[in-house]
């Protein structure tokens, strides 16, 4: 056995538990980050949407606040 493959055996990251938990980690991790983006790009139009109704009412005087 090579005196540098054996201490690198020993470290449980470079394993097959090791890589299978990283690629599941990293699976798991854009799966929520896409939920998350799906759900801020709607809150973000919703948003824009208030706003803009806020705005053109604002303009024809109906909003007395803005």
Do not use: C, D, Y
């Not at 394993?15 to 709607?42: E, H, Y």
Request: glycine share 6%; aromatic share 10%; proline share 8%.
């Amino acid at each position: 056995m090579e005196p540098v493959v054996a201490p690198i055996q020993l470290i449980p990251e470079f394993g097959v538990p090791g890589i299978l938990s990283t690629l599941v980690i990293i699976v798991v991790a854009l799966l929520v980050a896409r939920v998350l983006l799906n759900v801020a790009v709607k809150v973000a139009i919703a948003a824009a949407i208030v706003v803009g109704l806020l705005w053109f009412f604002g303009l024809l005087r109906f909003v007395p606040f803005i």
